[in-house]
């Protein structure tokens, strides 16, 4: 099992920035990849970013150039910084870890960008 608390969430103007935490705890020795998902009101959760164990990352278009996954692999910690934030990007944001045989959810951290 893994527990996944998630902080950062919050309220910010257009334009501006957050940075999301998730850590892990529990069975984390055999996490691979850590991300974040994102789900706005009347839409499915879709993918946001995604980094591997050995640091390999993926973003989904729409934050390329304004949003950067990191991770410490000692502390079980996946960030999501988040630049030039619009209103399109106001959802819950959902962390993620997939292990071989399974795959956990925070409890998602509301992020609410206003015009």
């Known amino acids: 099992q893994v527990r996944l608390v998630e902080s950062g969430g919050g309220l910010v103007q257009t334009g501006g920035s957050l940075r999301l935490s998730c850590a892990a705890s529990?069975?984390?020795?055999?996490?691979?990849?850590m991300g974040w998902y994102r789900q706005a009101p009347g839409k499915q959760r879709e993918l946001v970013a995604t980094?591997?164990?050995?640091?390999?990352?993926y973003y989904a278009d729409s934050v390329k150039g304004r949003f950067t996954i990191s991770r410490d692999n000692a502390k079980n910690t996946v960030y999501l910084q988040m630049n030039s934030l619009n209103p399109e990007d106001t959802a819950v944001y959902y962390c993620?870890?997939?292990?071989?045989?399974?795959?956990?959810w925070g409890q998602g951290t509301q992020v609410t960008v206003s015009s």
């Open positions: 993620n870890v997939q292990r071989i045989t399974d795959s956990y």
């Open positions: 529990g069975s984390t020795f055999t996490i691979n990849v």
């Open positions: 980094i591997s164990r050995l640091g390999t990352m």
